[in-house]
């Protein structure tokens, strides 16, 4: 059973910087999606960002060039590094996995469909004011 567990939430002020953490506990294996996703009040989920576990990313056009991914796999840890940040960025921000996924999930650009994710952590808060 894995478990996700994000942390690095907090309030900043716009143009500042934030990086949330996500780690996976129990058995994650070698293949897998791991991605953001984020919810303002009165708004959908949406995806944010996304790796595969063979180091293919993809991003919401909403905040390419400010946010990065990046894993650390001895960890089963990914980062979501969040520069200039605007208070449109003001959200819930869940961290979300699928484990088993298939040669053709690993090897290419992963997917921000929310339905795609089985695996979802509590949430942590960012706030841009």
């Known amino acids: 059973h894995v478990q996700l567990v994000e942390s690095g939430g907090d309030s900043v002020q716009a143009g500042g910087a934030l990086r949330l953490s996500c780690e996976g506990s129990g058995s994650i294996n070698n293949n897998y999606v791991m991605g953001w996703f984020r919810q303002a009040p009165g708004k959908e989920r949406e995806g944010v960002a996304a790796?595969?576990?063979?180091?293919?990313?993809r991003y919401a056009d909403s905040v390419k060039g400010r946010f990065t991914n990046s894993r650390d796999v001895v960890k089963n840890t990914l980062y979501l590094q969040m520069d200039s940040l605007k208070p449109e960025d003001t959200a819930m921000y869940y961290c979300a996995a699928k484990t088993g996924v298939g040669f053709t999930e690993v090897w290419s650009s992963p997917s921000l469909n929310i339905d795609m994710y089985t695996m979802w952590g509590q949430g942590t808060q960012v706030t841009v004011s």
């Open positions: 790796a595969s576990s063979g180091g293919y990313q």
